[in-house]
């Protein structure tokens, strides 16, 4: 039963080697014999070495020096490119090889044997005896391991193993130890018994190689076709099946075929392919040409086609078909329509990087940029980096809604980018936020030209619904590497740039300096302070005089804020408020000043008014209004005796929001005033806009009213505009004598400075409650040279 078994497997096996291969599978198991011998090439390469290296040792007293050099050399040489080449092999797994490969591997097993042979030939003639015997081991060594090494090849294994052999064999008969011929034909015999022995096993294992790696790329070869026939099944889906002839014609269109390719079958029948996709401006088809020239497999190959004056995007799979005779028949495939899949991948990576209102770069795209910048080894990490922050935006996004302050945003991104131009990547990584970066530049006066124009393009008001809106830029400047060499303190380094722009008056730029980061480090520390410095009770209040020079006597007082700082001493209000107005902190304190004063000055005569400053930040607060009606509960003051100041560029900031809540307060009884006038945007607007009870003529105009006559104009013409328009006046900033006099002729009614008094504490104001101005100018005389510095700043309550 056995033997018939056995006959049966043998007949089957020498039915199926009788059987034609085709060109596919034949390249894939060839690819399979060159790929088993380079996973072992490592240890091969080793091998060689350590043991030309010992040939080179052990001889090194018997035979030529420069033999020994130039043979080790040669074994060297030969280990170096084969181990390149497996290097090579490794980020490319071989799957398929040529017959030249074949041919290539038995050229190298021939070259490597016959440097091995030349070796004995040369060193075992005159040897002793040991240096014979221990060559003739390595031989015996070298050969079993290079056959077991090259056995998927058996014809590279056989020719590597016949050349030493036969090498070893002449070698041994040449060194004259072997004198009788009974033992020169046992020598024969033991090297022709050996080498037979190896060659026989190199048959073996070879077969059984080839058998197997023949049923897998018969079963890889199925499987592909079983998944080519399967895609039949969605002739009405997206995928449709192809096949061209021998001579690159179309067979057999599908339905599906004609229907993506916008032709009838009987045009795309017996077309050839290469004209199809010529008609179609067809992107990536010469890859897929070449591919096809050399019969090669191709899977996934993306072309991007015009087809009826649309794109759209194919994926072509394909693979050559060969007879079984090895005649080579033509190709068959499936390629499916992934137009739609290519358009919303292409869509989320670009909404993936880019900001969906301006259309810019956002800032995960920006990072990256700023990132592949800095680490630029052939531009040395030089860049310049650009913070721009955009002035008076939130009153447009605030008053005029989302929709225009999108469109405003829109419209700033184009002028940035019309502004630098295409080598600067612009971005919009914020609300009203943007960052500009130029790679491979470092220098500042590049940059400085580039703010300038950014500067420029912002000078002219946008246009939007019809509406003229201005709004400014202010610019904060960093160039790596100097002032970073990482994107986070690249960044840094802009915005605190940014923020010195900012604090010097907007609409301007700035470029990063050293001395910066201790501003920064005073300005957190500060912030810090200010957070317990209210519940620690280091604020306090004090209030500067203001008198009616028609009574010549104290009308009122205005609240200025003091902080003494256990860390910085006494800090100053131009300080620290900005400081609390960027960190909300105006908020709390806001509200503490408003409900202090107004309990002090409940206890003061009922004719006396009280003057609190407020913040744009309070207005943005819509408990602002709740807060001061309860602190009026609470301290038992009047209405009418509490008046709040605000800056124009507080109405500017808040807009309607801010009028609104104005005319409520006034609704209640509370005074309006308008502080710093004429040193906004738009005064004459807002003059317009609401009722202000009192005008607040800034100190910028009183500095020299005894010695300008502009200034003394300008005066005259705001107190006869607000004389016409029912309100009051107060100077401000009143230092010498001769200004009060000055005012007092043009017909201004209230002024307030140091001529007066300097700001005094809570107990110290019944001491002013009974000046009387006539009596204070009555026999004065004023020094020429009296100069007068304030020294604190106004309170925001």
């Known amino acids: 039963m056995e033997r018939r078994n056995g006959e049966r497997r ?30 072992l090439t490592p240890m091969s390469a080793t091998a060689n070495l350590l043991c030309a290296g010992a040939v080179a040792i052990a001889f090194r ?16 040489v030969f280990a170096a490119i084969a181990l390149r080449g497996w290097r090579k092999s490794r980020r490319r797994a071989i799957i398929a090889a040529s017959p030249r490969a074949i041919v290539q591997t038995r050229i190298n097993a021939v070259i490597l044997a016959t440097a091995w042979g030349v070796a004995p030939m040369v060193l075992l003639p005159g040897s002793d005896t040991f240096h014979q015997l221990f060559m003739e081991i390595l031989l015996t060594g070298m050969i079993a391991g290079g056959a077991f090494g090259m056995t998927t090849v058996p014809s590279a294994a056989i020719a590597y193993v016949w050349i030493l052999v036969s090498s070893g064999l002449l070698a041994m008969l040449a060194a004259g130890d072997v004198e009788t011929p009974s033992t020169r034909a046992l020598v024969v ?34 499987s592909e076709v079983i998944g080519l026939l399967l895609n039949d099944f969605h002739e009405h889906g997206s995928d449709w099946l192809w096949e061209v002839d021998a001579e690159g014609r179309i067979v057999d269109p599908s339905r599906r075929f004609c229907e993506v390719a916008g032709r009838h079958a009987s045009e795309l029948s017996g077309m050839p392919l290469r004209a199809l996709l010529s008609a179609c401006e067809a992107r990536g088809a010469s890859e897929l040409y070449e591919a096809m020239d050399w019969y090669e497999s191709f899977r996934d190959h993306v072309l991007d086609l015009v087809i009826m004056d649309e794109r759209h995007s194919w994926s072509v799979t394909g693979r050559p078909v060969f007879r079984a005779n090895g005649l080579f028949c033509g190709y068959q495939g499936v390629a499916s329509d992934i137009t739609e899949r290519r358009a919303a991948e292409t869509r989320v990576a670009f909404l993936a990087e880019t900001d969906s209102v301006t259309g810019l770069a956002n800032r995960a795209k ?19 980096l650009f913070c721009i922050d955009l002035d008076r935006f939130k009153t447009v996004n605030d008053t005029m809604g989302h929709p225009v302050g999108d469109t405003l945003l829109a419209e700033v991104g ?40 950014i500067l420029a393009a912002f000078d002219q008001p946008f246009a939007l619904d019809g509406v003229d809106f201005t709004i400014g830029a202010s610019i904060g400047i960093a160039v790596a590497p100097d002032d970073g060499s990482t994107p986070a303190d690249l960044m840094k380094s802009a915005d605190l740039a940014l923020y010195r722009a900012k604090e010097e008056g907007r609409d301007t730029f700035r470029f990063f300096e050293t001395g910066m980061d201790a501003r920064a480090d005073r300005r957190r520390r500060i912030e810090q302070g200010l957070r317990t410095a209210l519940d620690a009770g280091q604020l306090h209040l004090v209030y500067q005089p203001i008198v009616d020079l028609g009574a010549n006597r104290v009308c009122g007082f205005e609240t200025l804020v003091r902080w003494r700082s ?97 005319r409520d307060l006034r609704t209640l009884g509370v005074r309006v005033a308008l502080d710093d006038f004429g040193t906004g945007y738009s005064s004459l607007n807002y003059l317009r806009r609401f009722p202000f009870d009192k005008i607040k003529i800034d100190k910028s105009f009183v500095d020299d009213i005894d010695s300008n006559a502009q200034s003394r104009a300008i005066v005259r013409a705001i107190l006869e505009l607000t004389a016409a328009l029912g309100m009051a006046t107060v100077a401000e900033g009143v230092e010498k004598l001769s200004q009060l006099f000055e005012l007092r002729a043009l017909g201004c009614e209230e002024v307030q400075g140091y001529v007066i008094s300097a700001a005094v504490d809570a107990e110290a104001v019944p001491d002013h409650l009974d000046f009387d101005l006539n009596e204070f100018t009555a026999g004065l005389v004023e020094p020429a040279d009296l100069e007068l510095v304030e020294g604190g700043g106004r309170a925001v309550a």
Not at 15 to 36: F, K, N, Y
Not at 61 to 76: D, E, M, R, Y
Request: proline share 4%; net charge negative.
């Open 414 to 453: 184009r002028r940035l980018k019309a502004s630098v131009g295409s080598e600067w990547l612009v971005a919009r990584i914020g609300g009203d936020e943007f960052a500009l970066l130029h790679s491979d530049c470092d220098r500042p006066d590049y940059a400085a030209d580039a703010a300038h124009r």
């Open 61 to 76: 007293q018997q035979a030529s020096l420069g033999f020994l050099l130039v043979w080790f050399s040669a074994i060297a």
């Open 566 to 662: 256990p860390e910085f001493g006494a800090v100053s209000p131009g300080e620290f408020i900005p400081i609390a107005e960027e960190s909300k902190l105006i908020v709390p304190i806001g509200e503490w000043i408003l409900r202090t004063a107004m309990r002090e000055a409940a206890t003061w005569p009922a004719d006396v008014r009280v003057s609190i400053n407020l913040s744009p930040v309070q207005f943005r607060n819509r408990r602002l209004l709740a807060v001061i009606v309860d602190a009026l509960d609470e301290s038992g003051l009047t209405p009418n005796r509490l008046q709040v100041e605000i800056t124009e560029s507080t109405l500017l900031d808040a807009g309607e929001q801010t009028l609104a809540m104005l």
């Open 366 to 384: 920006f990072a990256q940029e700023l990132d592949d910048a800095l680490t630029d080894e052939q531009a040395n990490g030089r860049a310049t």
């Open 10 to 39: 043998a007949t089957r096996d020498t039915r199926r080697a009788a059987t034609p291969i085709d060109e596919e599978t034949a390249r894939r198991i060839r690819g399979e014999q060159v790929a088993a011998i380079v996973e």
């Open 189 to 222: 015999a033991m090297w022709v018994v050996y080498g037979v022995y190896l060659t026989r096993n190199v048959l073996i294992q070879a077969a059984r190689f080839s058998e197997n790696a023949r049923n897998r790329a018969e079963l890889t070869e199925k």
